[in-house]
Nanobody, 126 residues
Framework: QVQLVESGGGLVQAGGSLRLSCSAS????????MGWFRQAPGKEREFLTA????????YYADSVKGRFTISRDNAKKMVYLQMNSLKPEDTAVYYC???????????????????WGQGTQVTVSS
């Protein structure tokens, strides 16, 4: 099974940018659809974005559409989340997630992600 480790979180001012990285090990990375979630204090975990196994199809929640971009490099076993125009309400712990998904042209539902990283903190100051 796959193990995931996020990096790249930190403190940024509103309007700034960050790029999160997620490194995968174990398993066959190209067989996993990947996603990013976040959880702010006192709130439920939010499904932000996902990408299919080959990277051909992506999904974005309305809250991040147009500001965040997911990408993957199967050769490096990496998935990235480029976050631009950050807002204070983007402050949260960000989690990388994976699912061994047999459908190439479908985005998994949030509850279909079974493997999780430990999370990385993103704090956006106003």
């Amino acid at each position: 099974q796959v193990q995931l480790v996020e990096s790249g979180g930190g403190l940024v001012q509103a309007g700034g940018s960050l790029r999160l990285s997620c490194s995968a090990s174990g398993g066959t990375f190209s067989s996993y659809a990947m996603g990013w979630f976040r959880q702010a204090p006192g709130k439920e975990r939010e499904f932000l974005t996902a990408i299919t196994r080959s990277g051909g199809i992506t999904y974005y929640a309305d809250s991040v559409k147009g500001r965040f971009t997911i990408s993957r490099d199967n050769a490096k076993k990496m998935v990235y989340l480029q976050m631009n125009s950050l807002k204070p309400e983007d402050t949260a712990v960000y989690y990388c997630a994976a699912t061994n998904y047999r459908y190439e042209f479908n985005i998994p539902a949030p509850n279909e992600f079974h493997y999780w990283g430990q999370g990385t903190q993103v704090t956006v100051s106003s």
